[in-house]
């Protein structure tokens, strides 16, 4: 990326470089507001494909399949490269098309991909085999040597979690309750609720040990209930404010001009755009 920004010039790259930092550092915990800023790279710089790869994901962060099949196209025009194909075959499903996922992973571009693109395509493609109803051909198509191996890859817990999951659909409790056991042991970053659903088949039940055992314990602490009550309200007007605070940020929405699709900016982001523009100057 850094080696296509360099064909800009110095000042736009670092300005095209910052919006795609926070992209990056936005895209899971706000997926609306890197969005925002992939939209104002791509305002600055659509002819560099790395740009265009972080607007396809923005966009597909935010369900925006469409746009972000666009992007990722545009990317793979410009680099040659194959490894948004799986992407793409997801964004196929997204759009209510899984028939064009599947045939996307018959393609000659499959072959293309490197072992995390094969698995990550395995994955889309028993994705697509469910949104069309066909669950046994679902769990044969994840069945592979990667799914068999004892070696845990940074793809083993998805494409254990993925099996169980359709196992489970399927009825086949038993087998599920196996693979999620499996998935939780492979899980190590909690990437998945694993756990969770393994914890459920087992019938187990969480409950909150903070809460009193007796109705009796509850009336010998009506006077320190009361003192937690009085500082929730004060609690409550500082969350008031923060709230207030949030939903003027959510407001900050970018649009191209040229395109019909998206909304107008509004006064809060144009407001936040040029402070921006004046600190960066």
């Known amino acids: 990326m850094r080696q296509e920004l360099l064909s800009l010039p110095k000042g736009l790259a670092e300005e095209v470089s910052r919006n795609l930092v926070m992209v990056a550092r936005l895209i899971d ?15 600055l710089a659509s002819r560099v494909a790395a ?13 925006k399949y469409s746009e972000a099949l666009a992007e990722f196209r545009a990317a793979k025009r410009m680099t040659g490269s194959v490894e948004l194909w799986p992407v793409m075959a997801d964004c196929e499903r997204g759009l209510g098309r899984p028939e064009r996922a599947l045939a996307m992973a018959g393609e000659p571009e499959v072959q293309k991909l490197d072992k995390a693109g094969q698995v990550e395509m395995r994955l889309v493609a028993a ?8 669950l046994d ?31 489970l659909a399927a009825g086949r409790e038993d087998e599920a309750r196996e693979w999620f056991a499996k998935t939780a042991e492979a899980d190590k970053d909690q ?5 969770d659903r393994l ?15 007796d109705e009796d314990d509850d009336l010998a602490d009506v006077d320190d209930l009361a003192d937690v009550e009085e500082d929730d309200d ?6 008031a404010e923060v709230a207030a605070a949030e939903r003027a940020a959510d ?11 998206y909304e107008p900016l509004d006064a809060a982001a144009d407001t936040a755009e040029r402070a921006e523009g004046r600190d960066k100057a």
Do not use: C, H
């Open 191 to 195: 990437a998945t609720d694993a756990s």
């Open 127 to 134: 994705g697509a085999r469910r949104d069309m109803g066909e």
């Open 199 to 213: 914890a459920e088949l087992d019938g187990v039940e969480f409950v909150d040990a903070a809460l009193p055992d």
């Open 137 to 167: 051909a679902a769990i044969v198509t994840l069945q592979s040597p990667e799914l068999a191996s004892n070696s845990v890859q940074p793809w083993t817990a998805r494409l254990r979690y993925a099996y169980a999951d359709a196992l």
């Open 29 to 43: 915990e706000d997926p609306e507001q890197a969005y925002a800023y992939a939209r104002i790279a791509l305002r």
């Open 51 to 63: 740009v265009r790869e972080a607007a396809g994901f923005a966009a597909y962060a935010t369900q």
């Open 251 to 261: 407001q900050a929405e970018y649009y191209d001009e040229d395109d019909e699709e």
């Open 234 to 239: 004060e609690g409550d007007e500082d969350d």
